[in-house]
């Protein structure tokens, strides 16, 4: 394995929609050689900018290190070749080991069964050398090995974070639909915010989106809250060297009192969304308020006057949660959102297309993202001044067909 100073290639693997976040943060970060593919960026770096990769990169899920490609047309084929590896390279016969497989080709169609054959190959290497050979354990093995299988084209890397860097370890409360962490990053850095200006998440759930803002604005690392990477028991791991490069990171942490407010409808929830806050020790940054968001009068929760405040939110979909009336709710939403938030720009995720037409607010921006399996738009809403005022005149004048004016408001820049 490499010494701490020489590059070598990586992968990041992120969800699909975030890859150009994802770049631009390697970048910042300092990696070199950065190429984007679909859902995964490549790059270049060495071991301490491997080990800081995987503890500040907000929009990865997973840092692999590859460390062998070849070409394949049957499993016979992949035994053999994972069996060239020199695995005690990696790993001791005591430890333990998992294999992860993601598939995208003609030749093959079970990603399972691939993976089987490869930890034959692995255990089989062990077994004829020693008499006795490593164990699996699928959830905090010593390595966890990844192959990636396109076409005939198989590449066997190293995982480097174990568990998926979405797992952040601060969230311990979780609701029946919460965000992935990952998610709620991209959501904040795609809408641009400016990690001053108030952020308001109205249905806030467990409080990710929040959470994930005030550890941007106040650059807390992303993984400053994990127990556990997958290097910290490679064979190379060097402690030292990932002493300085955390303690380098948490050097950057400020303290600035953000204005980051969410707000829950359910006790329950909102006193989960507090415990995570606490947690994750930004209870000064963040503010928990239990109310209906169309009772929420966001004004009196703004202090600041320096910029233009933002809403981020991810309200049901009508998909995992059942609201009565999905249509009603997100006409509400864009009811409250017209009355309430003038001033705001406004972003709304959510995999419902016939609902999101009910919202009767035009979107001056739709990004296609992925939550889990469904896929979502990220919609942007410039909630002008103008709406308020043209929102009072309709109130004075109850019977005046309305909407259109407010439409028009909305759809001009
Ligand atoms: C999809 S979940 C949000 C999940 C959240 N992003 C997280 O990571 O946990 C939607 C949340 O909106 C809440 N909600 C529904 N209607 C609401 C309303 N009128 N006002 C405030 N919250 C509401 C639900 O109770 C639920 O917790």
Same mark, same amino acid.
């Given at each position: ?192 915010? !400016? =990690?001053? *200006? ?6 806030? /759930?467990?409080?990710? #989106?929040?959470?994930? @803002?005030? &550890? ?34 948490? !050097? =950057?942490? *400020? ?6 407010? /969410?707000?829950?409808? #359910?006790?329950?929830? @909102?006193? &989960? ?141």
């Amino acid at each position: 394995m490499e010494t701490g100073t020489a590059n070598y290639p990586m992968t990041a693997k992120t969800q699909y929609g975030l890859e150009d976040l994802l770049a631009d943060e390697l970048k910042r970060l300092g990696a070199s050689a950065i190429v984007k593919h679909n859902r995964a960026v490549s790059f270049e770096g060495d071991k301490g900018f491997m080990y800081k990769a995987n503890l500040c990169l907000r929009t990865a899920l997973r840092i692999l290190k590859p460390i062998k490609t070849f070409n394949i047309v049957n499993e016979e084929g992949l035994y053999r070749e994972i069996g060239k590896i020199n695995w005690e390279d990696y790993m001791g016969v005591d430890d333990t080991l998992a294999i992860d497989c993601s598939l995208n080709s003609d030749f093959f169609t079970h990603s399972q069964f691939l993976a089987q054959k490869a930890k034959d190959a692995v255990v089989d290497q062990f077994r004829n050398r020693h008499g006795k050979r490593p164990s699996v354990d699928l959830d905090q093995p010593t390595l966890r090995i990844n192959l990636h299988i396109f076409k005939n084209a198989c590449t066997v890397s190293l995982d480097s974070s174990g568990e998926s860097l979405h797992k952040r370890g601060y969230r311990t409360q979780t609701n029946l639909a919460p965000i992935n962490e990952v998610l709620a990053a991209g959501l904040i850095l795609l809408s641009g915010w !400016d =990690k001053r *200006s108030p952020l308001i998440d109205p249905m806030c /759930g467990s409080g990710t #989106i929040l959470i994930e @803002a005030a &550890m941007i604005a106040n650059n807390i690392p992303s993984g400053y809250f994990r127990k556990r990477f997958g290097f910290e028991s490679w064979k190379d791991f060097e402690p030292a060297l990932w002493d300085t490069i955390f303690n380098a990171a948490i !050097d =950057k942490i *400020s303290e600035e009192n953000q204005q980051i407010t /969410g707000v829950e409808i #359910i006790p329950e929830i @909102a006193e &989960m969304a507090k415990a995570n806050v606490l947690g994750s020790k930004v209870e000064d940054t963040v503010k928990i308020v239990c109310s209906s968001f169309h009772d929420f009068e966001p004004w009196e929760h703004i202090t600041k006057t320096t910029g233009k405040p933002i809403v981020i939110m991810n309200p049901p979909y009508g998909e995992r949660l059942e609201p009565e009336n999905i249509k009603e709710l997100y006409k509400s939403i864009g009811d409250t959102l017209k009355k309430k938030y003038a001033g705001c720009d406004a972003w709304v995720i959510t995999s419902n297309v016939e609902a999101m037409k009910s919202l009767g607010i035009h979107a001056t921006r739709k990004i296609s993202l992925y939550n889990g399996p469904l896929e979502c738009k990220f919609l942007k809403f410039s909630m002008y001044e103008g709406t308020r005022k043209v929102h009072k005149l309709k109130k004075e004048t109850p019977n005046e067909e309305n909407a259109a004016g407010e439409e028009r408001i909305e759809e001009t820049p």
